[in-house]
């Protein structure tokens, strides 16, 4: 009874990927790397009683080691690989804060920001000889199974949000199987059926008693320990002589997240979006090409500077997903629906809740007069960008609809809604047609060598919302033009 208990989880964590085992951990740490504070020290004579933890300690990363195996690594990094230590520290630094709250929106141990250092010194492009890639040091199998994509055009493996957000599942996937942070980083290293293997043999789930049987890899044993010792190094650096360069401001903390439909070419994305191409580069690094394939039916994220967002808790979380289709016009783009006609209708009400003018109702429609009849199914097409908003907690449809600068109704007519509850994580389609009304404009006088990328770009907007404000459908400007751009830039 007691292999069916171990084995049922980790037969449904393998076979929801529908991919072989993957052994993570046999992408072997190149050089011995940075890990997490250590909570819980247990001595040599005190192998013993270690009971599994239960899923409430599942945001404490408390770990039980030898103190010899400590010990010698917290020499090895202060000592023989300080040069090391301190690089691998600083290239951390730029990702931490980013990591951390990935790892907290999660429900899981913030230090878990070390095991990357240990595993790859947030070298994002580092490669193994067992060919894993990434931070987190994912063979092409495991990243696929967490949703990354991996092929010639992206690999996700590279981006330090998405491979953190499966980073991130992957731990909890692993606590919940084995009830505890030092089978489930052991695990990690070595691979789940390792471990599973050592239990079986063993007949417990005590990590403790399993390494004083030896029924974990002498290299496995040390794993656990690197971890607290490279921890206790980082948040004691005085102690050891050291100093630590505090978290550096990453350009991943500000971002916003896009889903791009179709194949694209990164220059033109860059221009489309108001962006310098570089820029899009350093959010973007797992794009490997310039021209990137999008197979049909599906999108590629990417991720773009945004002032507006100055937190987050996960990728669920990020803002918006405005799904764009860099082929075509997106002032031009247009969404399609029917409306039934309700009682107290009329032309007038029904334009206004979905954003549309009474006159191309009327066309679409084939309605000569004024008539509707209740019951009556229209056809509508709004014109603009459909957007998908994720409620978010304290979201509500006045906000949301203030935010996008639409009506409640035109909300709630686009997604059915008949009475104002929506919940957190629903997805409401949003018609941006109309600019939201909490944005102020100003007049700008084009001049002589101005163009829209370099405009969008002063004013802090995107080349988009210059063209709908004004009323623009190609990309000529001429010297003298005076158009409206945002008031803040």
């Given at each position: 009874?007691?292999?069916?208990?171990?084995l049922?989880?980790?037969?449904?964590?393998?076979?929801c990927?529908?991919?072989?085992?993957?052994?993570?951990?046999?992408?072997?740490?190149?050089?011995?790397?940075?890990i997490?504070?250590?909570?819980?020290?247990?001595?040599?004579?005190?192998?013993?009683?270690?009971?599994?933890?239960?899923?409430?300690?599942?945001?404490?990363?408390?770990?039980?080691?030898?103190?010899?195996?400590?010990?010698?690594?917290?020499?090895?990094?202060?000592?023989?690989?300080?040069?090391?230590?301190?690089?691998?520290?600083?290239?951390g630094?730029?990702?931490?804060?980013?990591?951390?709250?990935?790892?907290?929106?999660?429900?899981?141990?913030?230090?878990?920001?070390?095991?990357?250092?240990?595993?790859?010194?947030?070298?994002?492009f580092?490669?193994?000889?067992?060919?894993?890639?990434?931070?987190?040091?994912?063979?092409?199998?495991?990243?696929?199974?967490y949703?990354?994509?991996?092929?010639?055009?992206?690999?996700?493996?590279?981006?330090?949000?998405?491979?953190?957000?499966?980073?991130?599942?992957?731990?909890?996937?692993?606590y919940?199987?084995?009830?505890?942070?030092?089978?489930?980083?052991?695990?990690?290293?070595?691979?789940?059926?390792?471990?599973?293997?050592?239990?079986r043999?063993?007949?417990?789930?005590?990590?403790?008693?399993?390494?004083?049987?030896?029924?974990?890899?002498?290299?496995?044993?040390?794993?656990?320990?690197?971890?607290?010792?490279?921890?206790?190094?980082?948040?004691?650096?005085?102690?050891?002589g050291?100093?630590?360069?505090?978290?550096?401001?990453?350009?991943?903390?500000?971002?916003?997240?896009?889903?791009?439909?179709?194949s694209?070419?990164?220059?033109k994305?860059?221009?489309?979006?108001?962006?310098?191409?570089?820029?899009?580069?350093?959010?973007?690094?797992?794009?490997?090409r310039?021209?990137?394939?999008?197979?049909?039916?599906?999108?590629?994220?990417?991720?773009?500077?945004?002032?507006?967002?100055?937190?987050?808790?996960?990728?669920?979380?990020?803002?918006?997903?405005k799904?764009?289709?860099?082929?075509?016009?997106?002032?031009?783009?247009?969404?399609?629906?029917?409306?039934?006609?309700?009682?107290?209708?009329?032309?007038s009400?029904?334009?206004?809740?979905?954003?549309?003018?009474?006159?191309?109702?009327?066309?679409?429609?084939?309605?000569?007069?004024?008539?509707?009849?209740?019951?009556?199914?229209?056809?509508?097409?709004?014109?603009?960008?459909?957007?998908?908003?994720?409620?978010?907690?304290?979201?509500?449809?006045?906000?949301?609809?203030?935010?996008?600068?639409?009506?409640?109704?035109?909300?709630?007519?686009?997604?059915?809604?008949?009475?104002?509850?929506?919940?957190?994580?629903?997805?409401?389609?949003?018609?941006?047609?109309?600019?939201?009304?909490?944005?102020?404009?100003?007049?700008?006088?084009?001049?002589?060598?101005?163009?829209?990328?370099?405009?969008?770009?002063?004013?802090?907007?995107?080349?988009?919302?210059?063209?709908?404000?004004?009323?623009?459908?190609?990309?000529?400007?001429?010297?003298g033009?005076?158009?409206?751009?945002?008031?803040?830039?």
């Amino acid at each position: 009874m007691k292999k069916i208990n171990i084995l049922l989880p980790l037969f449904i964590l393998v076979s929801c990927a529908n991919v072989q085992p993957t052994y993570v951990s046999e992408t072997p740490a190149q050089n011995p790397k940075v890990i997490v504070k250590e909570v819980v020290k247990y001595k040599s004579k005190d192998v013993g009683s270690v009971k599994a933890y239960t899923i409430n300690n599942m945001d404490k990363l408390e770990l039980h080691y030898h103190q010899k195996h400590f010990d010698f690594w917290v020499k090895y990094f202060t000592e023989k690989e300080r040069d090391l230590f301190l690089r691998y520290v600083n290239n951390g630094a730029r990702y931490r804060n980013v990591i951390e709250k990935i790892m907290r929106s999660h429900g899981i141990p913030e230090d878990l920001f070390f095991v990357g250092l240990i595993e790859s010194g947030y070298n994002t492009f580092i490669k193994s000889k067992a060919a894993a890639v990434g931070p987190w040091q994912f063979i092409k199998a495991t990243g696929i199974r967490y949703k990354l994509r991996v092929d010639s055009y992206v690999d996700e493996r590279t981006h330090i949000i998405k491979s953190t957000e499966a980073a991130a599942q992957y731990f909890k996937d692993l606590y919940n199987i084995f009830g505890s942070w030092e089978l489930a980083l052991v695990a990690y290293n070595k691979g789940e059926y390792g471990i599973i293997r050592a239990i079986r043999k063993g007949k417990t789930r005590d990590y403790m008693k399993l390494v004083s049987r030896k029924l974990i890899p002498t290299e496995t044993i040390y794993y656990v320990p690197k971890v607290a010792a490279v921890r206790e190094i980082y948040n004691n650096p005085g102690k050891y002589g050291m100093k630590i360069t505090e978290s550096k401001d990453s350009p991943f903390e500000k971002v916003k997240q896009l889903n791009v439909k179709g194949s694209f070419d990164l220059y033109k994305l860059a221009r489309a979006q108001g962006v310098d191409l570089k820029t899009l580069k350093v959010l973007n690094p797992d794009l490997k090409r310039k021209w990137v394939k999008v197979q049909r039916r599906h999108t590629q994220s990417i991720f773009l500077p945004s002032s507006e967002f100055t937190d987050y808790d996960s990728l669920a979380e990020y803002e918006t997903r405005k799904y764009i289709n860099i082929a075509s016009n997106s002032s031009d783009k247009k969404s399609s629906g029917f409306y039934k006609v309700r009682r107290g209708d009329n032309l007038s009400i029904i334009a206004n809740r979905l954003g549309v003018r009474v006159t191309d109702l009327k066309r679409i429609n084939g309605i000569r007069g004024s008539k509707i009849l209740v019951g009556q199914r229209l056809k509508y097409q709004t014109k603009g960008d459909i957007v998908t908003h994720k409620v978010a907690r304290g979201d509500n449809l006045i906000d949301i609809a203030r935010k996008y600068g639409v009506t409640v109704s035109n909300i709630k007519t686009l997604n059915n809604l008949k009475g104002n509850r929506i919940f957190i994580g629903q997805r409401l389609k949003v018609s941006t047609t109309r600019v939201p009304s909490s944005v102020a404009y100003k007049k700008y006088r084009v001049r002589r060598g101005d163009n829209l990328t370099a405009i969008a770009r002063k004013f802090n907007t995107s080349i988009g919302t210059i063209k709908k404000v004004n009323d623009i459908s190609g990309s000529a400007l001429y010297a003298g033009q005076v158009i409206k751009v945002p008031s803040e830039g």
